[in-house]
């Protein structure tokens, strides 16, 4: 004999029973009118929660919703192409910044009459104190100054397109 | 494109045909308000988050490998903002799933008069509405979106067996207030 309660009689009714028990609980239902009435009161729930009523949504919302899609993918290529031009922005002051330098280097060096390597190594150290000179105490502030201007600017400029698109 | 699954709708607005989205929302929108409504108790915020759910999921569509069905994916996203709108408004909830010892009464909350109410779908119905948020998400998803105890286990991030005990309090809590009103009587007599 097993006693009936609700755990049993919740997987009774969702078939979570095996073929033993399930045939223990139909004898007793059939011998107890109170078990009866418990199993038909939960059995009653399970079928009327099949038949909950479903909720619908106001008359206009796939089409409001796909609107707000699309200008989530509006918003999203401006972010991106707002991105890419910064960037692009700084590698073209840096591109510059360096064939500023290299330029500068190559117009003001001597004819050499040494190896190649050795005039790669000689070279290529010039260059390194050219930048080194760049970055010194004295400029270090002014180029600092300046990159941190063009980031704020465009900080801001991006802030404001972030706002623009979650506006719209 | 009715006839699309899931996975193939998702495959094309992957491609591009954003349109397509329509379709997912056309198919989920409903059933995923009903549990909403049933969490948050209240349809326009429902509908507000509904539509949260419905734009994070597109941003997300990239992620969504097909691992798990398209639905289990939605509902953990309408879920999950479902809570975090429930504590943002600071009420009380069951943000764990892991704890299942939420005890709710039914009936001392119930400024409802039961007696009264003659249709038994719109007693249990009523019923519902009271239900903790958890307790409320788990028969949304197991009876009007048809989802298995294992797939709603996943939306939870609890076990199949938590699952199973909530659904089964449920219908315990319904069934001892429909015997104490004598309810059964009336149906089944």
């Not at chain 1, 009689?9 to 009435?37: C, F, H, R, T, W």
């Not at chain 1, 609107?67 to 918003?75: E, M």
């Not at chain 2, 005890?103 to 409802?112: A, M």
Request: glycine share 4%; hydrophobic share 40%; charged share 25%.
């Amino acid at each position: 004999m097993i006693e009936l309660n609700d755990d049993i009689l919740n997987k009774y009714i969702d078939g979570e029973l095996d073929n033993g028990l399930v045939q223990q609980v139909k004898i007793q239902l059939g011998a107890s009118p109170a078990n009866m009435k418990k199993y038909k009161a939960l059995l009653s729930v399970h079928n009327e929660l099949r038949k909950l009523p479903v909720e619908e949504v106001s008359s206009n919302f796939t089409a409001n919703l796909m609107l707000k899609v699309q200008r989530s993918l509006k918003s999203k290529k401006e972010q991106n192409f707002f991105i890419v031009s910064v960037l692009t922005l700084f590698s073209l002051i840096c591109l510059g910044i360096i064939g500023f330098l290299t330029a500068n280097y190559i117009f003001t060096a001597e004819p050499s009459s040494q190896g190649l390597l050795a005039q790669f190594t000689e070279r290529s150290n010039s260059l390194v104190t050219l930048i080194k000179n760049l970055f010194s105490k004295g400029n270090i502030s002014i180029i600092g100054s300046i990159f941190s201007f063009v980031l704020l600017i465009s900080g801001y400029f991006f802030y404001e397109s972030v706002k623009h698109s979650k506006q719209h | 494109m009715k006839g699309l699954s899931d996975q193939e709708i998702i495959d094309s607005v992957k491609k591009g045909n954003h349109s397509d989205y329509a379709i997912l929302i056309d198919k989920y929108k409903n059933k995923a308000l009903s549990m909403l409504t049933k969490m948050l108790k209240n349809k326009m915020e429902a509908e507000e988050v509904l539509q949260d759910s419905f734009l994070k999921a597109f941003k997300g569509l990239n992620n969504f490998k097909g691992e798990s069905k398209f639905s289990t994916w939605f509902y953990k996203i309408v879920y999950n903002s479902a809570l975090s709108r429930l504590s943002t408004q600071k009420r009380k909830t069951e943000s764990e799933m892991t704890s299942i010892d939420e005890h709710f009464d039914l009936e001392s909350d119930n400024n409802y008069n039961i007696a009264e109410q003659e249709d038994l779908s719109l007693f249990i119905n009523e019923m519902v509405k009271k239900l903790p948020p958890n307790y409320a998400s788990v028969i949304s998803m197991f009876y009007l979106e048809g989802m298995s105890c294992e797939e709603i286990s996943k939306v939870l991030e609890t076990t199949e067996n938590n699952v199973k005990v909530i659904l089964h309090r449920s219908r315990s809590a319904f069934k001892d207030i429909m015997i104490k009103n004598n309810y059964i009587k009336e149906v089944y007599d």
